[in-house]
Structure formats: C-alpha cells, structure tokens
C-alpha cells in the first residue's frame, strides 16, 4: 500500500510539472544565439540558399511562399526576415503589407514608428501610399516595434519596378 501511494504521489508530481510546460522560441523554433547547425536542425524544409553568415529557407507564411532567411553574428542567431520579392498583382502588395503590420498591431499595439518615403521625401501620412506610387515610385513603407528583447518591423520597398516585402525580427542587444 506505501509503495502505491508513494509511485501515486511520483505520478502526480511528474504530471503536475510537465503540463503546461510549452516550449518558449524568440522565432519559430528557434532562440537568439543558437548555432547555425541548431537553426538548420529546427527547420523542417530544405535550406535553399547557405553562406557563413545566413541560411535560406522557401516557407509557407499566411498562405504565401516565403523566403525566410536566418542571419548570424559571431555564429550565432541574431535576425530572421521573411522576404517576399513576387511577380504579382501590385495592389497584393499593400494588401499584405497592411495584413502582417495588423497581425504586429494587433499583438504588440501601435507601431513605434511608422515611416513612408516617397522619391525621398519622408512623410508620416502613410494613407497616402497610393498603387501608382508603389509600381511607378521609390516608395519605403516602413512600421517598427520594440517588443521586450527583440525588434520587430514590416517593410515595403519599391525602386526600379522590383518590389520587395519583408517582417523582420531582431534581437535587441542589451
């Protein structure tokens, strides 16, 4: 009978500390500061593109294909970007852009800083970004967060009639 109460009580225990225990990543399944072979090792898709500092993956993200990209500092994770450089219909471009920064909104708040360039002037009215600046223009749309250790953005570009979309997350140094 003790030895069935005690293996009882060693049960609950052992339930009781591992429920709810989640796993906690800064970005995906990856922490800041892990080795590129760790980064590699986490991700289930195929590296499309590898040098010393960054590793490249084609991923799936709300529904579009992606390039994620992993950058490292002194072999160690500091930045991942999801880069999308498509051949679509422009007006997608604004659509997604707006999409990724409310998804940011609506978990970090309002963005720090919120930026457009349009042909180098700066402006603070991003509601001005028309389609016809986007295709024709220099156009950086640029929404900013600084989230407990790391730094999040969304960024649209377009210069020279390549556009370009990308979320970063950074790793604030400290």
Not at 153 to 171: F, N, P
Request: with cysteine.
């Amino acid at each position: 009978m003790k030895k069935r109460l005690t293996l009882f009580i060693i049960v609950i225990i052992l339930i009781m500390s591992t429920s709810g225990c989640k796993k906690e990543y800064d970005f995906r399944e990856t922490n800041w500061g892990m080795s590129k072979e760790k980064v590699i090792a986490s991700e289930s898709s195929k590296v499309s593109y590898e040098d010393m500092s960054t590793v490249v993956y084609k991923v799936e993200y709300l529904g579009i294909d992606f390039d994620l990209m992993y950058e490292f500092e002194a072999k160690k994770l500091y930045k991942a970007t999801y880069v999308l450089s498509r051949d679509a219909r422009p007006d997608q471009w604004i659509r997604d852009y707006n999409y990724m920064k409310e998804m940011f909104v609506e978990e970090y708040g309002s963005p720090a800083m919120e930026i457009l360039t349009l042909n180098g002037v700066v402006t603070t009215h991003v509601e001005d970004l028309q389609l016809s600046d986007l295709i024709m223009g220099k156009v950086c749309l640029f929404s900013t967060w600084a989230v407990e250790d790391k730094f999040l953005a969304v960024e649209l570009m377009a210069a020279d009639g390549k556009i370009i979309l990308t979320e970063q997350h950074y790793k604030l140094p400290k």
